[in-house]
């Protein structure tokens, strides 16, 4: 067996509270690694070690927790279920190997799509856990039901509870049919025959499962039409393909509170997902050349020349800055210099660590197919990709969201302003969800995220790691500015001052492009009117006056521009000349192509008890929202519907006090749509204002 044969890269992932880090906190202690279970309440979990996960019960940022069980190398991410942190899950789930989808029995969220969305795009094979079998209520039938139908995948159980609610004892191992009982006080489990009262169902689930593998190959389906039945072996040698193949996803179930189920599952875990070896067959590391862009496919192999992805960066008030890596081919040397092809830099890295939470230890190398932590690094950020100069690669980087809320920020004491700036540069670095922004000029400081809990709870980072405070001001709405038809207009730039002039001259032409169309330059100059070497100064003039627009001051978006005629002076012209002449040409060109604001939507999700959503949908309604549709869950409805952002900017108190604090709610952005005349009127009038009380 190589090395990568040997490790499991699995993500550990799904929707806020479904029980994650009680899980992994069950799997560490069942594989021995650990002597005792943390629990999420008394805040002593291995993988949940920040203040403020430990202050608000929540993950907020993937954990890395790193162990040897029966000669496998274990790397489980516990990842958090919350959007707020999306950025650092769909990351992790980009470098796993395998995931453990943890589903609790009282009600799947809506977290979980976007979850999904992911795993389907990366081929991700996985299994599921049902959690929370022992909670009051709780139904292994109904659970999977509900899975089934929000994942709509081929879901086969190979693990059933014993006993239900408070009684439950432990869990039925389908393969082995065996009952799978925990020893009290230990990590051990031991094997019991099924308990008479679950043997019909027992024999059904197997009847099942036999049925489901049986189909994943020709031999296995001859036996079973011939036999009618498969023996162990082949049900496991059936699932494990199954499985690797995302035929099916197996579905296994217990209490991750109470250690119940948690050894079948990481048997399961071993057996059934794939190696980095095995997963690199199905889905292979390719990247482009830094300087050709040609495509470049590295094979998962230790001999290989080094290459790696870095999913994660943290800043630890000790170790310092601490990069997250999956090596991808060759060895990783503590204390070596290697070649970062996004920056084009070579940095000399520190010490070479694996993981377990926040505990560290220490090892000379990594190979192919590991998940290592690398400390020290300065220039190395998260998506860029590691390499040597000789053998150079570029692997894409996780596309992910920009954030559409910000809120401007003022250090309480003025003096901070150095220190803030600098504690939010290296929280930004953590966390991909964010951006800050220093304006220099009016000292202004912005910080965007995905919604106001997000960055209160960055601003709660930055006072305990940073030790200062700030104040909020009114969160911004990030606005674009667009065109709505076709307009041509001449920049025209010329002054004689003594010596050489400044000449440019071009003419452009603006299109409207469909949402999210970006940006396109075409040049359609002909006979040399403009000299080549100068229409990419022409592109940059147009780029920078697209930052800010003309109504409002917002960056111009969905936009193709054309240059199709223009002049040139044998000695006046420059590129500065060009530049200042197409910024001007792009100013006067968009004044008559209709400009109009476009503001974010957002996708928003509230959850209140049943008397109290009539108040709730009249409220959103009020806010030109759109209801899309309802759900139930318990006692509970939930509203989904799409609301501009700039009309549920500060949500959180009008909620609690429409549902007496029974109401939650969630949003993520969804997209640009044109604002209506209102909102752009004042919009437009308040940046007015603003310029004029700027340049009093
Ligand atoms: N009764 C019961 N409670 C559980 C079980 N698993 C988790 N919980 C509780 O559910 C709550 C949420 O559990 P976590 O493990 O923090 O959930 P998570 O999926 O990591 O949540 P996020 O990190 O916020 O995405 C905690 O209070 C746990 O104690 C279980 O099997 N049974
Ligand atoms: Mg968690």
Redesign the pocket.
């Known amino acids: 067996m190589t090395h990568s044969q040997s490790i499991r890269n699995v993500v550990v992932t ?10 992994v ?1 069950a799997l560490l202690f069942s594989a021995g690694v650990t002597s005792s279970m943390g ?3 008394n805040g002593n ?1 291995v ?2 070690f920040e203040a403020e996960e430990i202050q608000h ?3 907020m940022s993937t954990a890395l927790l790193q162990y040897e069980y029966k000669e496998t190398f274990l790397n489980l991410l ?5 959007l707020d942190f999306f950025a650092d899950t769909k990351n992790t789930i980009h470098v796993a190997d395998g995931a453990v989808l ?1 589903v ?1 029995t009282s009600g799947i969220r809506s977290e979980l799509d976007r979850v999904w969305e992911y795993i389907q795009t990366r081929e991700l094979p996985c299994l599921i856990f049902i ?5 009051e209520r709780a139904k292994f039938d109904t659970t999977l039901a509900e899975i089934q139908e929000a994942l709509e995948a081929k879901c086969v159980p190979i693990a059933y509870p014993v006993g239900e609610e408070a009684s439950l004892r432990g869990v039925v191992d389908l393969v082995t049919q065996k009952a799978v009982i925990p020893v009290p006080n230990s990590h051990k489990v031991q094997e019991e025959d099924v308990p008479a009262d679950l043997k019909e169902k027992v024999a059904e689930l197997r009847k099942q499962l036999v049925e489901t593998v049986a189909e994943t190959n020709d031999d296995l389906v001859e036996k079973y039409l011939s036999e009618g039945d498969l023996t162990q072996e082949e049900v496991l040698q059936g699932l494990i393909l199954g499985t690797k193949t995302r035929q099916f996803i197996p579905v296994l179930c ?5 250690n119940l189920g948690t050894t079948v599952l990481q048997n399961t875990i071993i057996q059934c997902l794939p190696s980095p070896e095995e997963r690199a067959e199905v889905m292979q590391s390719a990247g482009s050349h830094p300087q050709t862009s040609e495509e470049v496919v590295r094979p998962m192999d230790a001999k290989e020349p080094l290459s790696g992805y870095v999913f994660k960066t943290t800043i630890d008030p000790f170790m310092g800055r601490l990069t997250y890596l999956k090596i991808c081919s060759g060895v990783l040397e503590a204390d070596s210099t290697f070649f970062n092809s996004v920056r084009n830099v070579k940095e000399k890295g520190g010490h070479l660590y694996y993981m377990q939470g926040k505990k560290s230890t220490q090892t000379q190398q990594a190979k192919a197919g590991e998940i290592v932590v690398m400390g020290k690094l300065k220039e190395t950020q998260t998506g860029d990709t590691i390499c040597t100069d000789k053998a150079p690669i570029v692997f894409p980087a996780v596309q992910l969201r920009r954030p559409v809320m910000s809120f401007a920020l003022e250090p309480k004491s003025k003096g901070d302003i150095d220190k803030v700036s600098l504690g939010l540069h290296k929280l930004v670095e953590e966390d991909a969800c964010l951006e800050f922004i220093r304006n220099d000029e009016t000292k202004e400081m912005l910080l965007s995220g995905v919604g106001q809990t997000h960055i209160e709870l960055t601003l709660e980072k930055l006072r305990r790691k940073y030790g200062v405070d700030v104040n909020l001001h009114t969160p911004k709405v990030a606005y674009r500015e667009t065109i709505q038809k076709m307009a041509q207009a001449q920049g025209k730039h010329k002054k004689q001052t003594g010596g050489h002039g400044q000449y440019g001259d071009c003419w452009l032409q603006l299109d409207p492009l469909p949402r999210n169309g970006g940006f396109e330059f075409l040049n359609k100059i002909v006979g040399g009117v403009i000299p080549r070497n100068f229409i990419p100064a022409v592109e940059k003039g147009v780029v920078e006056a697209m930052h800010e627009g003309i109504l409002a001051g917002f960056p111009v978006v969905d936009v193709q521009v054309k240059v199709y005629d223009g002049s040139h002076h044998p000695v006046d012209s420059s590129e500065m000349a060009f530049k200042v002449a197409a910024s001007m040409g792009f100013k006067k060109a968009m004044e008559s192509a209709q400009p109009v604001l476009l503001e974010p939507i957002m996708n928003v999700e509230v959850t209140a008890p049943d008397d109290m959503v009539g108040a709730v949908i009249g409220d959103l309604n009020s806010r030109r929202g759109r209801i899309l549709g309802m759900d139930t869950k318990g006692h509970n409805q939930i509203v989904k519907a799409v609301v501009p952002l700039a009309e549920i900017l500060k949500y959180a108190p009008v909620l609690t006090s429409i549902t007496a604090g029974k109401g939650s709610y969630s949003m993520e952005f969804s997209g640009y749509e044109q604002a209506p005349r209102e909102v752009v009127n004042k919009v437009v009038e308040e940046y007015k204002a603003e310029k004029a009380a700027a340049s009093s």
Not at 14 to 23: E, F, N, P
Not at 78 to 82: A, E, F, I, V
Not at 254 to 258: C, E, K
């Open positions: 799904s929707y806020v509270g479904a029980g994650k880090t009680s899980l906190e629990t999420n309440a979990t993988a949940d019960h929540h993950s516990d990842t958090p279920g919350s943890v609790g959690n929370e079998l022992d909670k217990g209490s991750a509170l109470l």
